[in-house]
């Protein structure tokens, strides 16, 4: 086992080498081709730009191959799937959407992508904007928003054991080690198997993700509330409104940009959720979202590539206004370049 | 009156915040306080009681049968039964549920009858009719006299209510470590974590001081690539990588799942934020540095080497703690570039398979949740600041 993580830290030697070689010799290499020293009597000017148009593409080249392969080709590679058979051997034209319209899993976990899009964005943005607001006001804030921001470093399958162990139900009158149970129990109420509770359960998995992303919005939107000019807030107090106004209609309006962008993140990374679906309920009680049934797809009966490119391409296209949207803002950000 | 001069001072709605902000951490503590207590408990405590209540002990109601009725002793006009209720055989009740009194604990009350199973406290003498009596005391030595001989075929069915100190161990961790292949699992994600963070940092680097300093055609385009790729769900790449991977195994005759295979990937999905983010660093530096060594005659390589570089030490350090914790915390891509053998899950592999085997075994599963999370957390307490500081400039990428 120890020979495992030497061996580990010796691919990151090693590879660091390699990299660090590689720039090196390409500089050299260019040098070499076009020479600008002494005893060249013609062209110095001609290669000393020949190698600064060269050069970029050098420092690139390493970041730009793996990006090609492993996120640009397959990008392509999944659409050309999607019309192919399970196999990706035979053209089936436009079958395999056909099946995804008509499958009832596959509508299922489209309706469960939407609740989960229309809940987590706002609770997390709602809740982080809320705690941000108010930690930003009391001395021990800081110390409040590291507790919160903490789950942030905890992976979606800890946590998922976390949360597991507060939804735990214990049938008939044993004692409920459940924390939510004992609370519910305690109430005077019955306890209840919340993970498959149907329609309820998705809010119970969502919870999970609110529970990570919360701090995530709290820390971007409170360093957005402190650039906030304090004149503007001043003025407001002058002219007599209360902290609800000062809030919706001073603070609020002027961190929209970051509001959105917080909002956006969120959204994607909802997209995508895959683990907690996997860990808590693997889809079962009608909590199936859609990367989780691609991952099943992936696999199942031997796999079914073509069903599998689809279920990924509606989650690409779910993804590519928030995109198109990021390049135009990034792109006023750095002034058109 | 204190309090209340103290309250006017602080003023009520300065009150509501505090109280508010104190109810939101401790609702966001306790989930994760649970899984860290219970997984120091014993596992027979686990189960009998909840774990808040893990320091004040835990209280159990237990049914055994006392000593056979051959085993009196006659003492002078009565026949007597002693013994200790903790060696007592467990007794089948009509609730089913009861276990047997096990351990170290106190025995806090007794009865015979189950509509009465704490009738009478530890210690008390009680009158069972006929003649009979029984003294339970609180360490379980019982005394059963009768001024007759016992007529009845077996033992006597005794209810206890027994109290346990509260009781910590290491040895779920022990067991899980070891047993439960998590020691395996955790150098499997060290295996993964390191080079997948430490290589990006280095290519990225490279690439977003030619996106920040150098001039050519095609730039603008590129930049705007990453800010697009930076979002591009890793579900696209799986099928196709993954048929890649395939071929190149059958290719080659060398196995298709691989560490190389998912260092590739990591490598490759965290270049768009690493590029974004460093370049937007890089480009921040002040421009008269860069341009006065490129005077001095010195090449891009090493103006970035020894200027670009150290300066760019935070933005490189908040990329890494980003890496580090993404692909600690990944299941998916260890799914499927690695393989579901017992010896090659990743910690959150493991966890997600504990989970499906040892569902109900809490111990097990809070001390390997525990494992998987803490080397993240420390992570998080220590450099805080970097990955806040990433965070801000960065947070375009959905994770």
Redesign the interface.
């Known amino acids: 086992?120890?020979s495992?993580?030497v061996?580990?830290?010796g691919?990151?030697v090693v590879?660091?080498f390699c990299?660090?070689l590689y720039?090196?010799l390409s500089?050299k290499l260019l040098q070499l081709v076009f020479p600008v020293g002494q005893g060249v009597a013609q062209g110095v000017s001609v290669n000393l730009r020949r190698r600064?148009?060269i050069?970029?593409?050098l420092?690139?080249g390493?970041?730009?191959l793996?990006?090609a392969?492993?996120?640009?080709?397959?990008?392509i590679?999944?659409f050309i799937?999607s019309f192919y058979d399970r196999a990706?051997v035979n053209y089936v034209g436009l079958s395999n959407y056909r099946w995804a319209v008509a499958d009832d899993q596959f509508r299922q976990s489209i309706f469960n992508n939407i609740l989960w899009l229309a809940v987590v964005p706002a609770a997390c943005t709602f809740f982080g904007l809320v705690?941000a607001v108010?930690?930003d006001?009391?001395w021990w804030?800081n110390f409040?928003k590291?507790?919160?921001?903490?789950?942030?470093?905890?992976?979606?399958?800890?946590a998922?054991?976390?949360?597991?162990?507060?939804y735990?139900y214990r049938s008939?009158?044993?004692?409920?080690?459940g924390?939510l149970n004992?609370i519910v129990t305690a109430l005077g109420a019955d306890p209840q198997v919340w993970i498959s509770l149907p329609f309820w359960n998705n809010f119970f998995l969502m919870a999970i993700l609110i529970?990570i992303q919360?701090g995530?919005a709290m820390?971007?939107l409170s360093?957005a509330l402190r650039g906030i000019p304090e004149e503007t807030i001043e003025a407001a107090v002058i002219d007599g409104a209360n902290?609800w106004q000062i809030f919706w209609k001073i603070m609020v309006p002027q961190i929209w940009g970051t509001i959105a962008?917080?909002w956006?993140?969120?959204?994607?990374?909802v997209?995508?959720v895959?683990?907690i679906v996997?860990?808590m309920t693997n889809g079962q009680w009608n909590t199936m979202v859609l990367?989780n049934l691609?991952?099943d797809w992936?696999f199942r009966g031997g796999g079914d590539?073509g069903r599998?490119?689809v279920?990924?391409?509606v989650?690409?296209a779910a993804?590519t206004p928030?995109?198109?949207w990021?390049?135009r803002?990034?792109?006023r950000d750095?002034g058109?370049? | 009156m204190a309090s209340i001069a103290t309250l006017r001072r602080i003023g009520l709605?300065?009150l509501i915040?505090?109280v508010?902000?104190?109810f939101?951490?401790i609702l966001?503590?306790?989930?994760?306080l649970?899984?860290l207590v219970?997984s120091l408990r014993d596992p027979a405590q686990?189960?009998?009681?909840?774990?808040?209540t893990a320091f004040s002990g835990a209280s159990q109601t237990a049914a055994v049968r006392l000593g056979d009725p051959a085993s009196a002793r006659q003492e002078g006009a009565n026949y007597v039964i002693t013994g200790s209720v903790f060696d007592a055989p467990q007794a089948a009740t009509a609730?089913g549920?009861e276990p047997g009194a096990t351990g170290n604990g106190t025995v806090r009350s007794f009865g015979t009858k189950v509509t009465a199973p704490a009738e009478f406290a530890a210690g008390a003498t009680a009158d069972l009719g006929t003649g009979e009596t029984l003294v339970v005391n609180e360490d379980g030595s019982y005394r059963l006299s009768r001024t007759g001989p016992f007529d009845n075929g077996r033992g006597r069915r005794l209810y206890l209510t027994v109290s346990t100190p509260p009781s910590f161990t290491m040895g779920n961790y022990e067991n899980v470590l070891t047993a439960q292949g998590i020691?395996?699992s955790f150098?499997?994600s060290?295996?993964v974590a390191?080079?997948s963070t430490?290589?990006p940092v280095?290519?990225?680097a490279?690439?977003a001081?030619?996106?920040a300093w150098?001039?050519?055609s095609g730039?603008?385009l590129?930049?705007?690539l990453v800010?697009?790729?930076?979002?591009?769900?890793?579900?696209?790449?799986?099928?196709?990588?993954?048929?890649?991977y395939n071929g190149i195994g059958s290719t080659f005759g060398i196995p298709a799942r691989s560490?190389a295979g998912v260092?590739?990937?990591h490598?490759?999905?965290g270049?768009?934020l690493a590029?974004y983010l460093l370049r937007n660093y890089i480009a921040g530096l002040p421009k008269e540095i860069i341009e006065s060594a490129r005077v001095d005659g010195a090449?891009?390589?090493e103006i970035?080497l020894k200027i670009v570089l150290p300066l760019s030490f935070p933005a490189l350090a908040s990329f890494a703690i980003f890496q580090f914790?993404w692909t600690?915390?990944?299941?998916?891509v260890a799914m499927?570039f690695l393989g579901t053998g017992s010896d090659q899950l990743v910690?959150?592999g493991a966890?997600?398979a504990l989970?499906g085997s040892r569902g109900g075994k809490?111990e097990i599963?809070?001390a390997?949740?525990f494992i998987?999370?803490i080397v993240?957390?420390i992570?998080?307490?220590a450099l805080?600041r970097y990955l806040?500081r990433g965070?801000?400039a960065g947070?375009?990428?959905?994770?």
Request: glycine letters at 6%; aromatic letters at 14%; one cysteine or more.
């Open positions: 086992m120890i495992q993580v061996s580990a830290i691919v990151v590879g660091v990299c660090a720039y090196w500089e600064a148009a050069r970029p593409w420092f690139l390493p970041a730009i793996l990006v392969v492993y996120l640009v080709y397959p990008v590679a999944t799937l990706g705690i108010l930690t006001r009391i804030g409040a590291t507790l919160i921001f903490m789950p942030m470093a905890i992976s979606f399958v800890g998922s054991v976390i949360w597991k162990f507060v735990e008939g009158n044993e004692t409920q080690i924390l004992a529970w919360t995530f820390v971007i360093a902290g962008v917080v956006t993140t969120i959204t994607i990374l997209l995508k895959f683990d996997l860990t990367a691609m991952f992936m590539s599998s490119a279920i990924a391409l989650i690409m993804v928030i995109m198109i990021n390049i803002q990034a792109q750095t058109g370049y | 709605p300065r915040v505090h508010s902000v104190l939101v951490c966001w503590l306790v989930p994760t649970g899984i219970t686990i189960t009998s009681s909840g774990w808040w609730t549920g020691g395996q150098v499997n060290l295996t390191i080079p430490i290589i280095l290519i990225a490279f690439a001081y030619a996106l150098m001039n050519f730039k603008s590129l930049i705007a800010v697009g790729l930076m979002v591009v769900p890793l579900q696209m790449s799986l099928i196709p990588v993954l048929r890649m560490y260092w590739l990937f490598t490759a999905f270049m768009p590029i090449t891009d390589f970035f914790l600690w915390n990944d299941l998916l499927v910690l959150t966890l997600n989970l809490w599963l809070t390997s949740a998987t999370i993240p957390i992570v998080f307490f805080q806040v965070l801000l947070s375009v990428k959905g994770g």
